[in-house]
């Protein structure tokens, strides 16, 4: 029986040490689906960051699109996919529709067997941005949230490292 | 007697959807007073695509601006106010004084006698705005969430599409 | 004993007003350490309506930078430090390094033998900022909530004035 659970938080909300400490209570060596893709030096002393605090508990699978795959490919770990809301930027990007992404994504957590963590970030609540993209941006993540939030049995929402408990 | 029910949360947070089956609970048909202005396409889409949601157990009451008036002339039936931030944004646009507005909207909430639901956005969570009329409206949108939360039964922070009771 | 709260929210959340609700709450007078500078006649403004809320209750201690000290100075009463953002962007604008600075800030709490009650925002729950200083910001500031948190005895997120515990 598998197990679905998200974390989703601001940006340095301590969201991904939060999933990371989760994923590994399920079970290691983990498998740590990573998104990010490094377009830039920012990009990639991000991520070195986030490798670095990782241990040999976890195995890198590194997948910036075909979520629905890396999740069936590496069943049978504990698995974190770190984060929903690059992999929606990196879709768009690659100009892929988003949304048959998405239906793939949550039909590949339904037959799961090993448990599935997902980090995601809470994007929709500063001001209006002024270009339509960046509100597009923000109406696809909402959307991608709500869905992976249906579909999972526990939802946490982080604050300042905190955990708040939200299903 | 009366009751008072604030949603509050993000863009794409699923406030609206929560608010309208907590409205729809309290009875139906229920009155949905609409504060949105279809400046452009984008918003007449988000409009349509908010009442295709909505089923025939609604009554659709559109003010942009006179909500305490909307209030009073539609009182004996559950409304939903979807949402407070447009109104505001509203006011401002109209050069309408805000404060007053908002007297006006607390007053009529408090002589109510059937249920109302409003609809609010969190606006204040991102980086500091760039301009200074955009700090104020995020200023001004802070303090109606305050004052309609403390004059609220019951208040919810969406995240996720998921319910946090605040109050 | 010393005791260290911590309330976090966005921009006109109420937090300042809970944190010092909950500051007198623990002994008056109370000494305000102020972070914020007035470099321009908003900000003088701002300053201003937060000194006409508080009453005789309180002494006001103005602190732009060195927080440390002024918790050491002023220890013996209950004390609200109002803000760590703005203590945080003093920094930067001072061009001082805030890692060591936090590192100083977090011995000083540890130290205190009465109670601190500490205001921060969240600023990292919008779209990414296009420009980098303003992402190099909200993730520093994120990291400063997320170690003070770690520190506290107690965490508490504002939402429309509402005050929801997280810790």
Known sequence: MSRIILFTGGARSGKSAL??????????????????????????????????????????????????????????????????????SNLLLAETPWEPALDALLDALARQRAPVVLVTNEVGLGIVPDNALARAFRDAAGI?????????????????GLPMRVK
């Open 144 to 160: 991608v949230n709500q869905r992976v939030a249906a579909a999972a049995d526990e939802v946490t929402f982080a604050v300042a």
């Open 19 to 88: 999933a990371e400490a989760r994923t590994l209570g399920l079970g290691s060596p983990a498998v740590y689906i990573a998104t990010a893709q490094a377009f830039d030096d920012e990009m990639a002393a991000r991520i070195a960051a986030h490798q670095a605090r990782r241990g040999p508990d976890w195995r890198t699978h590194a997948e910036p699109l075909a979520l629905a795959q890396a999740l069936d490919t590496t069943d049978g770990a504990p698995r974190l996919v770190d984060c929903l809301t690059l992999w929606l």
